[in-house]
Each structure stands twice: as C-alpha cells, then as structure tokens.
C-alpha cells in the first residue's frame, strides 16, 4: 500500500517487500494522466491520452528506446498491465471507468 515504511529492509534486507511499484499522475490542468509501474528492468507509462511507453530500465536507464511495439515483449507489457491494474486496485485508483478497457482490453 502507499506510505509503507521501509524499517524493515534496513533491518534485514531478505525482508518481504513488494515488487511493483505504482505512480499516479492526475494532469492537474490538463485533461490526461499518467499510470507508471515498475517492475523488474521494466517500466511501463500508461499515457491517457497519448502513446504508452515500456522500457527496459536495465538495457535503456535513460529511456531512449520506447519497447511498446515490439511484439517479442507482448508477453512483458501485457504483465506490466495487469501488475499496474493490481495495484491501482489496492490504492483504491481505478483511472476512471475507461481504465480496464485502456489496461486490460476489457
């Protein structure tokens, strides 16, 4: 969940801890927001109302490359959707009622 300590990893850095990261971002003045998930090397950008993103962090760490069509990685991003999808779910954030259709092709 979002505001979690993160005590537990200096004391034992075996600690459980999650390993999807979510970040929101509403657009304030603009119509559109921002989903971002982490996950491993990758990082996937839902873009509402422009391309999505995905890279590979360790391969790409400036973010030069956009992945999102390339089809051997369909098997990443459709994993990266539904990781983002969890987690938007456990902050209570749905993007919406247009986000499962934009996510998950639902």
């Known amino acids: 969940g979002d505001g979690e300590t993160l005590l537990p990893l ?6 459980e801890w999650r390993d999807t990261l979510v970040s929101e971002y509403y657009g304030h003045r ?21 391309r999505d993103e995905l890279y ?8 030069m490359s956009n992945l999102i069509d390339h089809p051997e990685l369909d098997s990443v991003l459709k994993d990266m959707r539904h990781r ?13 009622p247009q986000g499962h259709r934009f996510l998950l092709g639902g």
């Open 10 to 15: 200096l004391d034992d850095r075996s600690a």
């Open 84 to 96: 983002m999808w969890r987690e938007m779910g456990k902050s209570g954030d749905r993007f919406g």
């Open 30 to 50: 603009l119509v559109a927001g921002l989903r971002i998930a982490w996950h491993g090397n990758y990082k996937y950008v839902h873009n509402h109302a422009d």
């Open 56 to 63: 590979d962090m360790g391969e790409d760490p400036a973010e």
